[in-house]
């Protein structure tokens, strides 16, 4: 038996432990946790063990699982560095997510429940990654669906999660209605679902007219999974899961699996559908970049954090660049994983408290909290020689080459990580720790924070204290992959499958310089973006300690209030307009895109079914009318002709 | 003509056994089970009427047959013998699913009733002559309609089967119109004999006029808009288990007739086979004659279907709009005539009305305790039927296309269909856009079902529901077949594909 | 005019009183009586097409006759069922006062 079999046992053994949790340990939490623990960790193991003993090149397993006339398909693995790395992120940061919702979760009562759907969502993830062909992808792709509702809505009681995740269930069905067809239209036209097949077979000159579209309505699948403009809304909801959920989705695997399918199926997309592709990506990181600076939610700024990323990796794949795409995301999901994980710590070090202006001074309190957070917030911002630097630089160095434009947009958002990230770092770590009166929130908090005056007072008298190992622990592990992720040769390994001509750097030193010679500019550009944004959140946030209102309260006010340490000037001119923007980015965002497009769409949906119920009378001679009126309009229909 | 009458029986005999099922099962309702308590009763005669199908299965599984009787009359090949046994199967779980009710007394009769419509779909599956057809078919909806009447404590039992009945009757009078004018242009039933008769006539308006009324018979049976108005208001008012087999049974027989009678009928003889006419003049001349029509009901049926859905409260009646929606689906494969249209829609009618005869179960089960099928009885039950909330779940998620259950299969496997046959020029592709985009609108609707019973609050004082082990598991196993049949749809259209070979469509 | 088209009219001049009758009558029996005229109506084509087409000898046509006959009867006796069930709730006979399923 070859090695490569024991990747059906890393496919399978998450799927074996959620059925077992949920048929017969549900009330045995350790043995549950165990279960699912020991199947991802096993999983990892087995696929180091592959790599090493089988390497790196593309081989596929199958057994046929279908064959019916012209529709063959096989039931398969295909293993190649892209999906090997991509298997090895999933199971290595999925491990760590797991093992720290050990302690996480440890009093939730629904603790089994828990392991079992994180279990599923293992399984229907490392489905995606190791598919060989469409139709396999797709199922579990609607799997991924399936099983992130019910995580996201893990909290079923609380009605927000069960909204959060109907949404995004029924906002990944958008997208995932253009993939299907996108599917068909390539089954149709190629006769073929099999990667392997396709890839080989110049499928863009088979398409003919209908790539372009093909291509695009197959976007539209990674449009909802990765959550990009205009199908975006559903992720920053989505915080409504437990945090070490938000990890598993916003890190490693479920907005993940959009961008990987793209670089999976790179060889479909034409020229026009790249371009395409690529302002999308664009356009989303912008936007979520401008979002994040408003928040005040530390999950929420950690979520549109990550749309900005992805918007980052998909522009990465438009350039023609799948190769840095996958790169970002592969130190994304290690830095991406820290953070929300520090995030976590926090929130349960003050029970459940998760606005930044009601924390400070953490850094005292929690140092190994702190100190991992503050890498991962360097490695997103992209510090040299941080992982989020050379990823970032390589996708900031295919917009130089190809698109100026987005290069310009890229920068921007840059700057924009840094600051909001050091915005965050400063109000919530730094500083003193605030007591005394709760702050203003913004009416969304205030909305729900129903029982909040008695947990106000739990949390006042309450001395954060750190973490457990259990959950320190996967933070010191995150924060050592997220340190030295951008010079092990991740980069090289993508680029020897992408572009396998291309000269990529080897050894240690080689890649710590190469972005400095390969592509100056982007490089010098990233780390003034870096410079840019740290300066003006030190600026406006570094002596924040003393003032307990949110900036949210709009630029008069707080020009006001804050007087003491903010430079009025400044105020008055780069930060009002770019509150403006911000702000109206928002209302888009709340209002034209979730508002008015989907509320349109359900509005109208709603009242046509209302309308047409009325033809539905009850009484038996209209229904006879209207069924003589039907025969006769489809006589008058056939004989009209 | 000759007829050895022996070789006829033993060719009918899967009808033979299960029509004396019918009869024992009447029989002994009436002599000994007669004074036991209603339960016995419906367990006692319920075995038996299980046993019957079972042994028509076996007898089937084991006596492949391949014949062709009295001039199509009565066809047996490989693929009616299928349908048939998927028909059997739906028949079983009705009846499994039937064992727990109490609304009526009469359980001998409501048992020979099913059985009697179980006969009925599965002699119409092996007609290939007009006059079986119309036989068959008002032998299925005879029954059926006294199926739904069966409740007589309820007013809206009487009321649907009523409406049914006679909305049935005059559709049925349609057909019977349409069917003499093809008798009249052709000088034939034989649905082959047809085809060849009419094949160098052209299409003249007295055919077209035979053909609309056929196909609107059909459209009745399948609920398909715009003669589906009697669906929704039979299903809410029908007892479930009789609204679960009018859903499934009947639907599978109809859309199997109605591709039958679209293939051999409209298009040429069984001999000549559907790929080799296809290039014909004529056909191309039939196929613009009804593809149209049924393109027209098809895109209606999934609109208002879909629509109408979302607005409903009760849960009989939504699954009724929903399965006007799925016949919308179906047509699409009707209108591809190929042999892999015929598969993939087959499959689809068998795995959605195995899916919708577990919907209708759990319905049943809620219904029983809290005496209606409003969303709001559905509220909290994940904590107060755990198995049985988790097959709702698998249901409606199959229902709505979600992958790997048996529902999502379905839908690939019959747009895939109908792409391949429209292919190179695409031409059912806005067919299929518009199906899959309607799909997503039912997404909605069924969540809503599920919102129900796993977020929405238990109502005060609610309790834990006793289910009967037996109603657990037999919805467990409809939920096993239907994620199975998603899983690994082979099993079923591995024997499909195989059985149209043979049979030479 | 010949005998054919002659038989044709009628038959469907039948089915037309038949449909009219259902649509328009209140009484339940009636609707069911209108549906039975357009059976016959149908029955009345299949002896025209069999009388005046090509085979006479061959017996189609009347065996679909004597089918359908059997089958309206039935019908009716299922329908007359219906309507005393209904009788029995709503003490009338009336369709468009049977109207409490809608929507």
């Known amino acids: ?641 | ?505 | 005019m010949t005998p054919l088209a002659g038989y044709l009219l009628l038959s469907a001049m039948l089915f037309a009183i038949g449909l009219a009758g259902a649509l328009t009558r209140r009484n339940a029996i009636i609707v069911l009586i209108g549906i039975e005229l357009m059976l016959n109506a149908a029955n009345l084509n299949f002896l025209a097409f069999w009388r005046f087409g090509e085979h006479p000898e061959a017996l189609a046509g009347i065996m679909f006759v004597i089918f359908s006959i059997g089958v309206a009867a039935a019908e009716a006796a299922v329908g007359l069922a219906l309507i005393i069930a209904i009788y029995r709730h709503y003490k009338t006979a009336n369709v468009d006062e049977v109207n409490s399923l809608k929507g």
């Open chain 1, 1 to 641: 038996m070859k090695v490569e079999a024991l990747t059906w046992l890393v496919l399978f053994l998450p799927l074996l432990a959620a059925g077992i949790i949920t048929l017969f340990t549900l009330r045995n939490k350790a043995v549950s946790a165990t279960l699912s623990i020991g199947a991802i960790v096993t999983g990892f193991v087995l696929t180091l063990a592959v790599i090493k003993f089988g390497g790196w090149d593309a081989r596929e397993l199958s057994v046929n699982w279908l064959s019916i006339g012209s529709l063959n398909v096989d039931f398969g693995l295909k293993l190649d560095a892209l999906s090997l790395m991509m298997l090895l992120i999933v199971t290595g940061v999925g491990s760590a997510i797991h093992i720290y919702s050990y302690g996480y979760m440890r009093d939730d009562p629904g603790f089994s429940r828990f392991f079992a759907c994180m279990s599923l969502f293992t399984f229907s993830m490392l489905g995606i990654v190791l598919a060989n062909n469409f139709l396999q992808m797709f199922i579990f792709w609607e799997l991924v669906g399936v099983s992130s509702y019910l995580l996201i809505g893990f909290w079923f009681e609380k009605p927000s999660a069960a909204d959060a995740a109907k949404k995004a269930f029924i906002t990944n069905r958008l997208g995932d209605l253009g993939f299907i067809l996108g599917i068909l239209i390539i089954f149709t036209a190629l006769g073929s679902l099999n990667f392997t097949v396709l890839e080989s077979g110049n499928s863009i000159a088979a398409l003919g007219g209908m790539a372009t579209l093909g291509g695009l309505l197959v976007f539209c699948g990674a449009i909802g999974k990765s959550a990009q403009f205009p199908l975006h809304v559903w992720l920053p909801d989505a915080m409504e899961g437990p945090t070490p959920v938000s990890a598993l989705i916003h890190a490693a695997t479920m907005v993940a699996a959009g961008v990987y399918m793209l670089c999976r199926v790179f060889f479909i997309f034409t020229p026009d559908a790249l371009t395409v592709i690529s302002w999308i990506g664009g356009i989303t990181a912008l936007l979520a970049a401008l979002i994040a600076v408003q928040q005040n939610d530390i999950k929420r700024i950690l979520a549109y954090s990550t749309l900005s990323q992805l918007g980052y990796m998909v522009m990465g794949v438009g350039l023609t660049a799948p190769e840095a795409g996958m790169f970002h995301l592969t130190t994304h999901a290690f830095f991406k994983a820290l953070l929300f994980l520090g995030a976590g710590s926090v929130i349960i070090a003050l029970h459940h408290e998760q606005d930044i202006w009601k924390m400070g001074g953490l850094r005292k309190k929690m140092p190994v909290t702190f100190w991992t957070f503050m890498v991962g917030t360097l490695a997103l911002a992209g510090v040299w020689p941080l992982s989020g630097f050379f990823s970032k630089d390589a996708i900031l160095a295919a917009a130089h080459e190809n698109n100026l434009l987005l290069f310009i947009l890229g920068v921007a958002v840059a700057a924009l990580t840094t600051f909001y990230m050091f915005r965050l770092v400063f109000v919530a770590f730094l500083g003193d720790r605030r007591t005394g009166v709760a702050p203003v929130s913004d009416s969304k908090e205030a909305a729900q924070a129903g029982d909040e005056s008695m947990r106000q007072a739990r949390r006042l008298s309450y001395e954060p204290h750190e973490s457990p190992g259990v959950v320190i622990w996967p933070l010191r592990i995150l924060a050592v992959a997220s340190v030295v992720g951008g010079v092990i040769g991740i980069e090289a390994l993508f680029g020897g499958m992408f572009k396998p001509d291309a000269a990529h750097p080897h050894g240690l030193l080689a890649q710590l310089v190469y972005p400095f010679q390969h592509a100056p500019v982007a490089a010098l550009s990233g780390l003034a973006a870096f410079a840019v944004g740290l300066f003006a959140a030190w600026k406006l946030y570094a002596n924040a300690k003393t003032d307990p209102l949110p900036d949210k309260l709009g630029a008069l006010s707080r020009a006001m209030a804050n007087r003491f340490y903010f430079d009025e000037i400044y105020e008055a001119t780069v930060i009002r307009i770019h509150d403006a923007i911000a702000a109206i980015a928002d209302w888009i965002d709340r209002w034209i895109i979730e508002g008015f497009c989907i509320g349109l769409v359900r509005g109208g949906t709603d009242l046509t079914g209302r309308a047409l119920r009325l033809v539905q009378t009850g009484n038996l001679q209209t229904y006879a009318f209207l069924f003589v009126l039907g025969v006769a309009v489809v006589l008058w229909f056939v004989l009209g002709k």
């Open chain 2, 1 to 505: 003509m000759n007829v050895s009458y022996l070789e006829l029986l033993k060719l009918a005999a899967p009808e033979t056994i299960v029509v004396l099922t019918a009869l024992a099962a009447l029989v002994v309702d009436l002599t000994s089970t007669r004074d036991l308590e209603a339960r016995f009763r419906f367990i006692i005669n319920g075995m038996i009427a299980c046993a019957g199908c079972v042994a028509a299965i076996v007898w089937m599984l084991v006596m492949p047959a391949h014949a062709n009787a009295l001039e199509g009359m009565f066809v047996v090949d490989p693929l009616t013998q299928v349908v048939k046994i998927a028909l059997l199967g739906l028949t079983l779980f009705t009846v499994l699913i039937s064992m727990d009710s109490t609304f009526t007394e009469h359980i001998g009769e409501y048992l020979a009733l099913i059985l009697l419509a179980a006969v009925g779909m599965m002699f119409l599956v092996s007609a290939e002559d007009i006059l079986m057809i119309f036989i068959s078919l008002e032998l299925t909806s005879l029954s059926l309609y006294i199926l739904a009447a069966f409740n007589k404590r309820d007013v809206n039992s009487a009321e649907a089967a009523l409406k049914y009945f006679l909305f049935g009757g005059m559709a049925a009078a349609f057909t019977l119109f349409g069917l003499s004018l093809l008798y009249g242009l052709s000088g034939a039933t034989n649905l082959g004999q047809i085809a060849a008769a009419l094949e160098d006539k052209g299409l003249d308006p007295l055919l077209i006029v035979a053909m609309v009324m056929i196909v609107l018979g059909f459209g009745f049976k399948v609920a398909a808009v715009p003669f589906h108005l009697w669906a929704p208001d039979a299903y809410q008012g029908a007892p479930t288990p009789s609204a679960a087999f009018i859903a499934s049974g009947s639907k599978v027989a109809s859309f199997f007739i109605f591709a039958k009678v679209m293939m051999i009928g409209f298009t040429g003889g069984e001999t000549n086979g559907v790929h080799e006419i296809a290039g014909s003049a004529a056909w191309q001349q039939f196929v613009s004659g009804w593809t149209p029509v049924v393109a027209v009901v098809a895109v209606l049926s999934m609109l208002l279907g879909n629509l109408v859905a979302i607005v409903q409260s009760s849960v009989k009646r939504l699954i009724a709009y929903s399965a006007i929606a799925h016949a919308g689906y179906m047509l699409i494969g009707v209108m591809a005539h190929s042999g892999e249209a015929v598969a993939s829609l087959v499959y689809y009618a068998v795995t959605y009305g195995l899916t919708t005869i577990g919907a209708f179960g759990v319905v049943a089960v809620v219904e029983a305790r809290s005496k209606d099928d409003q969303l709001a009885s559905f509220a909290g039950l994940s904590r107060r039927a755990p198995v049985v909330s988790l097959c709702m779940m698998i249901f409606m998620l199959s229902l709505a296309g979600i992958p790997p259950l048996a529902g999502f299969f379905g839908k690939f496997y019959v747009f895939a269909a109908a792409l391949k046959t429209g292919a190179p020029n695409l031409g059912l592709l806005w067919l299929v856009i518009l199906a899959i985009a309607m799909s997503a609108v039912s997404f909605y609707y069924y969540l809503q079902v599920l919102k129900q019973i796993y977020v929405a609050d238990m109502p005060a004082g609610a309790e834990e529901l006793r289910v009967p082990v037996l109603g657990q598991v037999v919805l467990g196993l409809i939920a096993v077949g239907v994620i199975l049949l998603g899983c690994a749809p082979n099993l079923l259209v591995g024997v499909l594909q195989a059985s149209i070979k043979a049979a030479g469509l």
